[in-house]
């Protein structure tokens, strides 16, 4: 019993980080597009033609216009979010890893539990979904539902590679082969190694909570009055970064940038004649992270005022 309420309280953790960076007021305060996009911007998601090479042709479109939009002065406060909730998930890796492998290994239908929510962001589940718009859409003559199968695609596969950069620069190990409380990273590790022994290197950032919330966020888009998407795809996510904790694939401080990223290319993927503006009041995001000690365990407890 003791197990499974500090994995529930990792459960909490993870929801948390999906609550604080998916609601939709933080989506209000981080949209912005381009200058050339300016003119082009809608509130809904595009009307593009679709071709059966549309996927792949936007895709070095989407790495120049996510570089345009991500790096700029304007987006500091966004990357400090970023570290900020990596680094208070960093210090919190072990306690959150040590309970949830406990919750692994104590039978073997934790096992197949686990393991079933971290398939689902392995992206056989991600080009089903795709693979299932675009059928619908060739059969039923609908561009919209063509339109989303593709953009699936363009999204997985171009947050992927940013994804895959990064693993193959930061060299972060995995929680079940570590041989720290934390795991080791070994900055630029030689890629021979790397490929040898994956899973002492590729732990950061997560590319299985990058395409889930690229997916999610390209269909929410897609089909805005159907106001169950996000929820339920949010909560999807979160059984994904539960089950790859439980699992040992992956620590919870490789979660923020891989939403961070699959985020943003699901809006750019979903909108390729500019991201929507809209209003955020002030702009000023106020964060506010405080320690947390419970009877069931201990972790950070982050608080988001908009």
Not at 113 to 122: M, Q, V
Not at 158 to 168: D, E, F, P, R, Y
């Amino acid at each position: 019993m003791d197990t499974m309420k500090k994995f529930l309280f990792s459960g909490i953790l993870c929801v948390g980080l999906m609550t604080c960076c998916f609601s939709r007021s933080h989506a209000q305060a981080i949209q912005q597009q381009s200058p050339q996009d300016s003119s082009l911007a809608t509130g809904q998601a595009n009307q593009e033609n679709i071709q059966w090479y549309t996927m792949m042709a936007n895709i070095p479109r989407d790495w120049g216009r996510w570089y345009d939009i991500s790096f700029r002065k304007e987006r500091i406060n966004d990357w400090l979010l970023v570290g900020g909730l990596t680094l208070a998930t960093y210090l919190s890796d072990d306690m959150t890893y040590t309970p949830s492998a406990k919750f692994y290994h104590s039978s073997p239908e934790a096992k197949k539990w686990s393991d079933f929510c971290a398939n689902i962001g392995d992206g056989t589940t991600q080009f089903a979904l795709a693979g299932s718009f675009g059928a619908y859409g060739l059969l039923f003559k609908d561009q919209k539902a063509l339109r989303t199968g593709s953009q699936i695609v363009q999204a997985v596969l171009a947050s992927g590679a940013i994804i895959q950069v990064l693993k193959h620069v930061t060299g972060r190990e995995s929680p079940f082969v570590r041989t720290t409380p934390t795991g080791v990273w070994k900055i630029l590790p030689n890629q021979i190694d790397y490929h040898r022994r994956v899973p002492q290197f590729d732990a950061y950032p997560s590319g299985h909570i990058c395409t889930s919330i690229a997916t999610v966020i390209v269909i929410a888009e897609n089909y805005p009055d159907v106001k169950w998407i996000r929820p339920a795809g949010y909560a999807f996510t979160t059984l994904v970064g539960l089950g790859m904790l439980s699992n040992g694939i992956h620590w919870v401080s490789d979660y923020p940038l891989g939403l961070f990223i699959g985020y943003y290319f699901g809006m750019l993927a979903a909108h390729p004649e500019g991201m929507p503006v809209m209003d955020s009041g002030d702009g000023k995001l106020k964060v506010q992270l405080l320690p947390n000690i419970t009877p069931i365990g201990t972790g950070v407890t982050l608080t988001m005022k908009f």
